[in-house]
T-cell receptor, first 112, second 113 residues
Framework: GEDVEQSLFLSVREGDSSVINCTYTDSSSTYLYWYKQEPGAGLQLLTYIFSNMDMKQDQRLTVLLNKKDKHLSLRIADTQTGDSAIYFCAEYTYSSASKIIFGSGTRLSIRP | DVKVTQSSRYLVKRTGEKVFLECVQDMDHENMFWYRQDPGLGLRLIYFSYDVKMKEKGDIPEGYSVSREKKERFSLILESASTNQTSMYLC????????????FGPGTRLTVT
């Protein structure tokens, strides 16, 4: 079956880099995502990566994909207070009836 | 811009009441989804629909039903609300099964007392 796992909490100092990690089990995943949820809001698609890519960069965000280890990470450079949120890792796979499977979310908190 | 709206941001209901949560999307998307979000458990899929009048059970359908009479609207129904259904409910839509981008509504925080 499919499963997506990530740690529940991460605390970083303002200005440092944040790295949020995720592991998944379904090797037939076609897309992998990072969603951001700010307090009291729904989920917003932050970035995604196709399974045939190793890396994707978008301004302060870097996504790394290690298909062999089924490991996905999100790096946020120069973390700001506005980055405080819950970050969800998710995978899309045809084998799960085209459903998107979400991890439990990592709550990122920023220390001054 | 895709917009997914949910009828209420906050709702308080009593045990045993019938509860309707409404979701509307304005982009002619075929697929719509209902999730519940609980701390430490992430998002769990309750029901989804690939087209009008079609519905499929997700991972936790017990105690819920859905209705999709029109393409733009997907309703989640709690036939007899219970306290363990206190949660954040999130609706989402997607253009089609082969589409990878899923859009979420702002969520409805339901409290059952």
């Amino acid at each position: 079956g499919e499963d997506v796992e990530q740690s529940l909490f991460l605390s970083v100092r303002e200005g440092d880099s944040s790295v949020i990690n995720c592991t998944y089990t379904d090797s037939s995943s076609t897309y992998l995502y990072w969603y951001k949820q700010e307090p009291g809001a729904g989920l917003q698609l932050l970035t995604y990566i196709f399974s045939n890519m190793d890396m994707k960069q978008d301004q302060r965000l870097t996504v790394l994909l290690n298909k062999k280890d089924k490991h996905l990470s999100l790096r946020i450079a120069d973390t700001q207070t506005g980055d405080s949120a819950i970050y969800f890792c998710a995978e899309y796979t045809y084998s799960s009836a085209s459903k998107i499977i979400f991890g439990s979310g990592t709550r990122l908190s920023i220390r001054p | 811009d895709v917009k997914v709206t949910q009828s209420s941001r906050y709702l308080v209901k009593r045990t045993g009441e019938k509860v309707f949560l409404e979701c509307v999307q304005d982009m002619d998307h075929e697929n719509m989804f209902w999730y519940r979000q609980d701390p430490g458990l992430g998002l769990r899929l309750i029901y989804f629909s690939y087209d009008v009048k079609m519905k499929e059970k997700g991972d936790i359908p017990e105690g819920y039903s859905v209705s999709r009479e029109k393409k733009e609207r997907f309703s989640l129904i709690l036939e007899s609300a219970s306290t363990n259904q206190t949660s954040m409910y999130l609706c989402a839509s997607r253009p089609g099964q082969a589409s990878y981008e899923q859009y979420f509504g702002p969520g409805t925080r339901l409290t059952v007392t």
